[in-house]
């Protein structure tokens, strides 16, 4: 037998034994919810395109591995739950933690182990969410979309509003911040905006509208070059306008419109530093709502690791419970119902966030509070 590392001897005894029974139900209900999870949401899409629009299969198979870490995630804190449920409800079915008790292991002590390798899973779920995750995932749509030949590029979008707030100067040499510009474009493609159309309402009295067949950020004068249209000059106090074409027109706007324009519209692509970037362009824009969904988005992917906490929580002190015994198949089941129950709690919780009843953070940590409340609860009623 190999002799154990200095390190592994210095944990107690009694937390390496509950370890190991601890990693064989976490590492089947990782392989069970992942397996379960990739077959519906990926599998029998990718088989039909398979034989319906002639997607190749290594293509395919390149996609699902590229997939597999979205999956992961969602199965951690499920496995967590299972492995903590069934690993001490087979050690209570067979009286070993009563014969803890016996010699004065207190129930507390009992899930420990249980609580630590929740915590580890907490910190690998937060790793694979923000630094794993949305990579793959974007690498798996560009790389369907290339096989199926369409367009790949995230550098699109349509209908780009953008709305710029600023301070003016008033006639009485007082300023007041209000809506300097507003910056609209049909289509965004490859750096270029198509069918500009841009107000500018930042000098008193007068009004400026600029048309445009594209606009283009110029990095080396630091403005929009915008080319092939029409400035129209509106003087509010006489009603007078001016107006004039131009094939090419230097514009001092920041380049924010097309860093708006390249946002992703899907949370789950962003890491937590781009997705705190777009929050900030979006409240800047003005686009309050926009903006308040994300801050929930951001909340929630600090909260949702939390949840193997919860889980660990909850699977131990179910599972610790004198003569509890669940095989496998009602582990699974139960942590099902558990898990179920849980993330509808969130999702209301979360739309009620997104709607501005709640504020982000009670939006997302609510959930996890109430479940650490329940598995303290449960954890109570079983060391009685």
């Known amino acids: 037998m190999q002799p154990l590392r200095p390190w592994v001897r210095r944990i107690p005894l009694l937390d390496r034994w509950l370890t190991g029974e601890l990693m064989g139900p976490l590492l089947f209900g990782i392989a069970a919810f992942t397996a379960v999870s990739l077959s519906v949401g990926v599998v029998f899409e990718l088989v039909r395109r398979v034989a319906e629009s002639g997607l190749p299969l290594i293509t395919a198979m390149l996609v699902l591995l590229l997939r597999l870490p979205g999956f992961l995630v969602l199965s951690f804190p499920m496995a967590t739950l299972m492995a903590t449920l069934l690993a001490y409800s087979r050690l209570s079915g067979s009286s070993e933690l009563t014969a803890l008790r016996s010699v004065g292991v207190s129930t507390r002590r009992m899930v420990v182990p249980a609580l630590v390798l929740a915590v580890v899973m907490s910190l690998l779920t937060f790793v694979f969410n923000d630094l794993i995750v949305p990579r793959s995932n974007l690498a798996a749509t560009n790389t369907l979309e290339r096989a199926l030949g369409r367009a790949i590029s995230s550098d699109k979008g349509d209908n780009i509003l953008y709305s710029r707030f600023g301070r003016i100067k008033l006639e ?173 709690m969130s999702f209301i919780f979360s739309s009620l966030g997104i709607n501005g009843t709640l504020a982000p953070i009670p939006a997302a940590w609510l959930p996890v509070i109430l479940g650490l409340g329940a598995g303290v609860w449960l954890l109570r009623q079983a060391s009685r």
């Open 172 to 344: 009485d040499g007082e300023s007041t911040r209000q809506l300097t510009h507003i910056f609209y474009a049909r289509k965004y493609r490859q750096g270029e905006m198509r069918d500009v159309t841009l107000i500018d309402f930042s000098r008193l009295g007068q009004r400026q509208m600029l048309m445009a067949e594209t606009g283009e950020w110029n990095d080396d004068k630091g403005m929009w070059e915008f080319r092939d249209g029409r400035i129209l000059n509106i003087d509010e106090r006489t009603g007078g306008t001016t107006s004039a074409q131009f094939d090419r027109y230097l514009y001092p706007l920041s380049r924010d419109p097309q860093e708006v324009a390249k946002l992703p519209t899907d949370a789950s692509l962003m890491t937590v530093g781009q997705a705190r970037r777009a929050e900030r362009l979006l409240r800047e824009a003005n686009n309050n709502k926009e903006a308040r969904r994300l801050r929930v988005r951001i909340q929630e992917k600090f909260a949702f690791p939390a949840i193997c906490l919860v889980f660990g929580l909850i699977g131990s002190s179910l599972g610790v419970r004198p003569h509890s015994r669940t095989s496998r198949s009602q582990g699974f089941g139960i942590s099902v119902l558990l898990i179920f129950g849980y993330y509808l």
